[in-house]
């Protein structure tokens, strides 16, 4: 049971170009979420799915996309990267069902220069 | 609004010494708070919910709902509570999504 597994740990990409986090949990969960982590700024979400086939923006999904084809898989692609999109990427999933505990993947330090 | 404020950015304890990380938050109906820890280069995880009442670590909460406090104790800090620590809420209103705080960095000086 490997839990929650993301992909690469770390990235650097030029601005503008794209690119796909990936993110998958073997633990049939229900939910799947995606955060940014700043220093000062704690963990904001970006993107979340509380199912397959169903997604929904958090509080800073601009430049993000997401979808959830399947329970196991919730990639994020960023479109053009920039500058500001610097950050730790982290992935989450959760039971659902009454049990909202979220569950880590090890995260994905990406730098755009 | 739903928010979770942790006032402190640092706090630098003395090994041995009490401990207590501070969270308060606002929501409207009755939320479920959580808090997280993340030790140096691993990933975030659960250190303690309200509803389990349980202590993790020698670390307790207490749900205030008068104050709108979870604050996060230990009686005797160790060097190795170090960490990130993120209060958290979730409920309803959120749609279970997690709200959360911007973290206090726990340093236990030996």
């Known amino acids: 049971n490997a839990g929650v597994t993301q992909t690469p740990k770390f990235q650097v990409l030029k601005t503008g170009q794209s690119m796909t986090l990936q993110c998958a949990q073997d633990?049939?969960?229900?939910?799947m979420s995606w955060y940014r982590q700043d220093p000062g700024m704690g963990l904001r979400l970006i993107h979340y799915?509380?199912?397959?086939?169903?997604?929904d923006q958090g509080e800073v999904p601009n430049g993000y996309n997401v979808s959830r084809s399947t329970t196991e898989d919730f990639p994020l692609r960023l479109l053009s990267a920039a500058p500001s999109q610097t950050s730790v990427y982290f992935c989450?999933?959760?039971?659902?069902?009454?049990?909202?505990?979220?569950?880590f993947g090890p995260g994905t330090r990406l730098t755009v220069t | 609004a739903q928010r979770v404020t942790q006032p402190e950015k640092l706090l630098s304890v003395f090994k041995g010494a009490p401990v207590e990380l501070k969270c308060n938050y606002s929501?409207?109906?009755?939320?479920?708070l959580f808090w997280y820890v993340q030790y140096s280069r691993q990933r975030l995880q659960l250190l303690l919910r309200?509803?389990?009442?349980?202590s993790i670590k020698g670390f307790t909460a207490d749900l205030n709902k008068g104050e709108t406090s979870f604050h996060l104790k230990k009686p005797f800090a160790q060097e190795e509570d170090s960490a990130m620590y993120y209060c958290?809420?979730?409920?309803?209103?959120?749609?279970?999504?997690?709200?959360w705080g911007a973290g206090t960095k726990l340093i236990i000086k030996p």
């Open positions: 799915s509380v199912g397959a086939g169903i997604t």
């Open positions: 929501y409207s109906g009755s939320p479920e």
């Open positions: 958290a809420l979730s409920g309803r209103d959120s749609n279970y999504q997690l709200i």
């Open positions: 309200h509803i389990s009442r349980e």
């Open positions: 989450a999933s959760s039971p659902g069902q009454g049990n909202y505990e979220q569950y």
């Open positions: 633990m049939n969960h229900e939910y």
